[in-house]
Structure formats: structure tokens, C-alpha cells
């Protein structure tokens, strides 16, 4: 067992913890939404994702899903090479008291409390769905907010398909977007549809799939000398991106022409209003993602 760990079990079993709890309420993480404001209409457990011993970004985790509802972060234009992938996990979700940084899994077995409280590697492996990131390395400037979001409680279960295709596509064009025509700052929230009935999951109700995945981003303040196709792209956009190619076709058509391992995951931008319809039909509430989406008025 390595020293850290071990450390890291020394203050479950203690209850000993230097910081504010980092799970159950978003007070410590709120400058990663946009003025402060969390999406409201979805209910989960807040968390306030710290890695060494800084908060990076937020997500509103489901423990009975074992997976999370979205995440909220700060674009920042990225740097340098994809980290080296350290699967991380949530010690607060096992042990309330325990030290708020996300911890490497460690080799041999886990702690039966982190098991039962989340997803954990062996959930992933031998499936047939990638770790799919809500918040993107990609998105980050710092090596350490990139390897931040190698934990999995930032992860849904995501079919290569998209994965590897239409859905990364998405994630560079907003890159490439908001790094050439946002001027100040960015906030993101990406986040899961489930399925309306006959929820599928990982491993015998481990760890639940989504049906559809979804993302938008808000910056407020912009170049004003766009493009003719962005125009419609500030301050707000949105999209929402199949994870199942059997999925019905009412809010993300198929293009029949794409390759034969992309087609069927395929992904639709649109406006915020129509993402947060679709939000509410699927959810049965209203919800609402940015701050008087992104109006910029107090």
C-alpha cells in the first residue's frame, strides 16, 4: 500500500480532515459558474473537486447512479501534452471526514466504502463503453488542472464512438472558438441526459450509461468582429451529443454518411433555449444552466 493512501485512510479512520468538507455543498466552488450561480433543476451532491489542495472545477455527482450529473469549469486555452492518466476517486463520498483531494486509485484492493460510494476502474474494465470526460483535460491551461479531471467522478460511461469522434470534434471547435474569439472568461457546463426508461448500466447496476450527453458554454464578452458562422455563437452555445446509435432521432438526427464507427453518435449544436427544453421534457422540471442564460445583466 503506498504512503499516500495509507495517509488517506489514516484520516477516514481518524476523521481528521484540515479543510472545509468539499462534498455536499458547491459555497467553496463557486467561481466556476458563471455569476456564481449553480445550474438550478437537477438534484444530486454537489462537489467541490480539489487537487492539491486547490479547487478545480464542480460537478453534481449521483451517488445512486454512481456517475455525475454535469461539471462546471473555467476554460482556460490549453498547453503543453495530455497528461499521463492517473485515475483518481473522491474520498469524501466514502468518508465525510476525510482529507477533500481526489486520491489516485491505489494498486490491489479498495476500500469497500469507496467501492459502494462510486464508480471505481474495475467498473470500466472488460465494458464496452470508454471513460468519458464531462470536463476535458483538453479545456485546461495548468498540468494540474488537465490531470484533475482524471477522476471518475467527472466520468460517464461513453461508447468509443462518440468518444473518439463526433463528441472530441465538439470539444476542439469549442476550443478553438472560445481561444480565438472570447476576450474574457469562459464557463462551461457539461453534463448527461439519461435514458427515459430502461436505464442500461455497467456491471449489474453499478455504474448508469447515458443516453445523451450534453454541453454549453457562456462567455459573456467577446470579439464582436465574428465570423458570418459564429454569429450565432455568443455568448452562448450549446449541443447535445448521442451515446447510443439505436437512440430514436427526435433531438439528434443521424447522418448516414459518416464513417461507419462514428455513425450514429453524432452531435447537434444548437441554442441554449433549445438545450434546456430538451433538459426539461427529459427531466420533468425546468432547468435552467447559466445565470439569465448568459445575458450578461445583473
Given at each position: 500500500m503506498s504512503l499516500f493512501y495509507a495517509v488517506a485512510l489514516l484520516a477516514f479512520t481518524a476523521g481528521w480532515c484540515p479543510c472545509v468538507a468539499d462534498v455536499g455543498d458547491f459555497t467553496s466552488c463557486l467561481q466556476f459558474f458563471y455569476r456564481s450561480w449553480p445550474p438550478k433543476g437537477l438534484a444530486g451532491t454537489p462537489i467541490c473537486q480539489q487537487y492539491y489542495n486547490q479547487y478545480r472545477f464542480a460537478t453534481l455527482y449521483s451517488r445512486w447512479r454512481r456517475s455525475p450529473w454535469f461539471s462546471a469549469y473555467k476554460y482556460t486555452v490549453p498547453t503543453g501534452k495530455r497528461p499521463t492518466t492517473s485515475w483518481k476517486f473522491e474520498p469524501q463520498?466514502?468518508?465525510?471526514?476525510?482529507?477533500?483531494?481526489?486520491?489516485?486509485?491505489?494498486?490491489g484492493p479498495l476500500d469497500q466504502n469507496v467501492v459502494d460510494s462510486q464508480a471505481v476502474e474495475l467498473d470500466y474494465i472488460n465494458s464496452t463503453y470508454s471513460r468519458g470526460h464531462l470536463n476535458p483535460s483538453l479545456h485546461h491551461q495548468t498540468h494540474e488542472d488537465r490531470s484533475s479531471t482524471f477522476t471518475l467522478t467527472n466520468v460517464v460511461p461513453q461508447k468509443a464512438g462518440s468518444n473518439d469522434?463526433?463528441?472530441e470534434l465538439l470539444e476542439w471547435a469549442v476550443n478553438g472558438t472560445l481561444a480565438?474569439?472570447?476576450?474574457?472568461?469562459a464557463y462551461i457546463v457539461?453534463?448527461?441526459i439519461p435514458y427515459q426508461k430502461d436505464e442500461h448500466w455497467l456491471k449489474n447496476h453499478r455504474v448508469a450509461v447515458p443516453e445523451y450527453m450534453w454541453s454549453a458554454y457562456c462567455c459573456p464578452n467577446y470579439n464582436n468582429s465574428l465570423p458570418e458562422e459564429l454569429k450565432d455563437a455568443f455568448?452562448?452555445?450549446a449541443a447535445i451529443g448521442r451515446n447510443d446509435r439505436n437512440s430514436t432521432e427526435e433531438i439528434v438526427p443521424?447522418?448516414?454518411t459518416a464513417k461507419k464507427q462514428f455513425r450514429g453518435y453524432d452531435v447537434r449544436q444548437m441554442p441554449l433555449a433549445t438545450l434546456e427544453m430538451y433538459l426539461r421534457d427529459r427531466f420533468n422540471t425546468v432547468v435552467s444552466v447559466f445565470y439569465e442564460q448568459c445575458s450578461g445583466s445583473v
Open positions: 463520498l466514502a468518508y465525510p471526514g476525510a482529507d477533500g483531494n481526489m486520491i489516485p486509485f491505489p494498486p469522434g463526433p463528441w480565438d474569439y472570447c476576450l474574457g472568461e457539461t453534463g448527461i455568448p452562448t452555445y443521424v447522418c448516414q
